[in-house]
């Protein structure tokens, strides 16, 4: 059973992440039919625009925490782990050897929707935080609905950042705005995150799935070969050759901090539903003035 639906309209494609029991996120199964999509959609040439989209009330909230703590589908994960003497049982994966069997999947979907030389629209009508943060910005465009939220999130479980987060936001919001919202894990509404260079447009809930249709299908009827060329200057003028390698790098990085102990913590705290503690609690350091009152900032 797919979790990922797609279906097509003329020449409009959509894809719809459909795993609603776990808030849209991404296990094996998911990433593995998500790329599958992404592959055909970018590749088939009657294709001309395509639709990436969450059910209504969620986006996608990047790869599925359960999933990496339950340690993964040890069937997928045989080509990661390894025999250490011939007959001996294959090591357990750790948590980044699970969190790589996913992203490999997404960095190839994200890099699929950069290449295509059709348009991707991200129809986020819900949350998108961090790899489904990440998927929205790789799109060409992203129109939200009045409810849609985006959020890094990666650092409330120590995590460094994937999914081509760290090579999108700099790119569209500047290097300041993207150490704001990595730093102090600001969740923006859609009309804020529109400010910012994040979102394309936002419509109303009521009228948003008529209005990305509108939209997608004004794509489609559109010149699809100057499209195309103009997207490839577009990506070639903005770095997006380096967006493989960025990606290669952003998954080293990301596995590293899966097996460190921030993570672990992130990913207890985050089962129990409290506030991560990545350093002794602010009572055990020593009494400081600048600790004394410290306002919020930026909430």
């Given at each position: 059973?797919?979790?990922?639906?797609?279906?097509?309209?003329?020449?409009?494609?959509?894809?719809?992440?459909?795993?609603?029991?776990?808030?849209?996120?991404?296990?094996?199964?998911t990433a593995q039919d998500l790329r599958r999509a992404g592959l055909h959609c970018a590749r088939d040439e009657r294709i001309r625009a395509v639709v990436i989209r969450g059910l209504p009330g969620v986006f996608c909230s990047g790869a599925d925490l359960k999933f990496i703590r339950d340690g993964g589908d040890a069937g997928d994960l045989a080509y990661l782990t390894y025999q250490r003497l011939r007959g001996e049982r294959r090591s357990r994966a750790n948590y980044g050897d699970v969190f790589k069997q996913i992203l490999e999947y997404i960095h190839s979907t994200i890099s699929e929707i950069r290449r295509a030389p059709k348009p991707f629209i991200a129809a986020v009508d819900g949350i998108a935080a961090a790899g489904g943060f990440g998927i929205a910005m790789s799109c060409d465009l992203v129109v939200a609905s009045e409810r849609a939220a985006f959020e890094w999130a990666y650092s409330r479980t120590g995590l460094t950042g994937a999914e081509s987060s760290t090579f999108m936001l700099p790119r569209l919001v500047g290097l300041r705005r993207s150490l704001e919202l990595m730093l102090l894990n600001r969740r923006l509404p859609a009309a804020q995150a529109r400010d910012y260079g994040l979102v394309t447009v936002v419509f109303p809930v009521d009228s948003f799935e008529e209005q990305v249709m509108a939209?997608?299908?004004?794509l489609a009827a559109g010149p699809a070969h100057a499209f195309a060329v103009a997207k490839e200057l577009l990506n070639q003028s903005a770095g997006m050759d380096q967006l493989d390698a960025h990606l290669d790098r952003e998954l080293q990085e990301l596995t590293r901090a899966a097996n460190g102990v921030e993570f672990a913590e992130g990913l207890t705290a985050f089962f129990e539903k409290r506030q991560a503690q990545f350093t002794p609690p602010v009572a055990s350091l020593p009494d400081h003035p600048s600790r004394r009152e410290m306002p919020a900032i930026l909430e």
């Open positions: 059973m797919t979790n990922i639906d797609v279906s097509q309209i003329g020449g409009i494609a959509v894809i719809t992440i459909n795993r609603p029991a776990r808030f849209n996120s991404l296990d094996i199964q939209l997608a299908g004004r």
